[in-house]
Structures are given as C-alpha cells and as structure tokens.
C-alpha cells in the first residue's frame, strides 16, 4: 500500500490541493496526517473539511501543536505571529471544525510505525526533532521501526541501527529510499504549507508498506495566490513573506 505522509499543512488551501492531486496521480491509496492542519494560513476552515473527509475515508490523522493552539489556547513559547494566527484561526471555524480539531489523537500506532507530530518521547510537549540527538531520542522511545513525523519544516531522514549507530541525510524528490527492518527510521516529510528550506514547493513524502520504502517529494503550487490572501486576511506579513520565500 502507498501512503501519503502529509504534515505541517497550515491552512494553505493551495498547496494541499496541489499535493492531494499528486498523491492521487502517483497512486495513493490511503493518507497519514501528521499534525498542524491550521495556523499561518488563510483557508483553516477549507483545509480542516478536506482533512475530515480522508479521516473518514480511512486516513491517520493525528494533533499538532497549532491544532491544540486553536483549541486549548496558546501556550506562553509561542511566537506573537503564531499567536496571531491562532486567535484568527479560530475565529474562522465552526464548533464542529473545532470539535475535530479536539479529538485528535497524539499519536497513533499501527503495523510497527509511529505516527506523531513533535516527537516519541513526550510527544504533548512538542519538542523538536531538529538533529541527530534528538532523533535518537525519538527512536529509542518507541518500539515502532518506523516513526512518521512532522513539526519540522525541512525533510530529513534519520535511522539507527541495532548497534546504536546513528546516521541521518538530506534526501532528495523523488529517489526512493528502501527502509529495511535491521534500521529504526524516523521520517520527516517537511511540510505541505509552510516549507522552510528557502524553496516554496510543497512537501511531502510517500510511504510503501509492502517492502518498506519513502520517496520523498516537491510539488510546485501557487504560492503567491496563497501568500496575497494572508495578506488580505490581515494575519502578520512574516506569514506571507515565509510562503513567497520557502522561509
């Protein structure tokens, strides 16, 4: 089976279309959402339905730290814009949009993989896995051979091998990268709609369970469209400038 792994949307209507229509035609056949549907973005309410529709087709869906935000209110370390956006945000949805947000699960867990926002160690704390350390961390918390997780904005590939030997790499689109069980791996899709490694195109990755394997990918979208309608919704102007730059 192919699964999309998806992360770090951020109400970024333009970008998930144009990745949901790159799945569809590289043959997907069921979706992993890895948190932060909202924040930042201009279309929350859109990119929440569209979320709730794969969740009820089958789709793992699990809580980022802006879909707490929305909901619970925003803790004290989070950035002025950020909190911005959330007060917007949640002003924008429904009592039924929010309810969803709610009942997010933190993690899920199914056929030896890990599916999380933040991370496997204390995943409601929304530490980042943002080098080799922490990724370590991550790996030796789970018993899972394959932890999915997004937070972070950049793709990376960690893994560890039974020795505790660790190596971690930048993968490029489109290579398909084997991920054999003698390995712990953890996989960062980047993000669909908040990239931050200075390239606007769209994150995300695909996920083959039937010999395990990621292929990462970039997907081009009209990121100036969806950087002009921050700007009209009146949210920070970083906001918009992070999505006409990649970050």
């Known amino acids: 089976m192919k699964i999309a792994l998806l992360t770090d949307l951020h109400a ?26 909202v924040g930042y973005g201009a ?12 969740a009820a087709a089958g789709a793992i869906v699990v809580q980022g730290n802006h879909d707490e935000a929305v909901v ?16 917007w945000t949640r002003s924008r949805l429904s009592a039924e949009q ?12 199914e056929a030896d993989a890990l599916f999380v926002h933040a991370n ?14 922490s990724a370590v961390r991550s790996l030796r918390a789970t ?33 398909v990268i084997p991920l054999p069980p003698h390995r712990k791996w953890l996989v ?9 490694d200075n390239l ?10 039937a010999q395990p394997a990621v292929t990462y990918h970039r997907v081009p979208y009209d990121h100036l469209t969806a950087a002009a309608k921050v700007r009209a919704a009146g949210l920070p102007a970083i906001l918009a400038q992070w999505l006409a730059d990649g970050g």
């Open 120 to 133: 496997a160690w204390s995943p409601a704390r929304w530490d980042y896995v943002d080098d080799r350390a």
């Open 43 to 54: 279309d929350p309410a859109w990119v929440v339905d569209a979320i709730r529709r794969l």
């Open 188 to 196: 960062i899709p980047g993000s669909v709609g908040q990239p931050r």
């Open 143 to 175: 018993t899972a051979r394959r932890t999915f997780c997004g937070h972070v904005h950049e793709p990376m590939l960690y893994h560890l091998s039974a020795r505790g030997k660790a190596g971690d790499f930048r993968p490029q689109p489109d290579v």
């Open 200 to 209: 606007p195109a769209a994150c995300y990755a695909i996920y083959e369970t």
């Open 72 to 87: 619970r209110g925003p803790r004290p370390t989070m950035r002025a814009e950020a909190r911005d956006a959330v007060a």
């Open 12 to 37: 970024n209507r333009e970008a998930l279309e144009a990745v949901l229509q790159h799945a569809a035609s590289a043959g997907v056949e069921r979706y992993a959402v890895l948190g932060d549907l």
């Open 98 to 109: 929010l309810q969803f947000l709610a009942a997010l699960q933190l993690t899920h867990t």
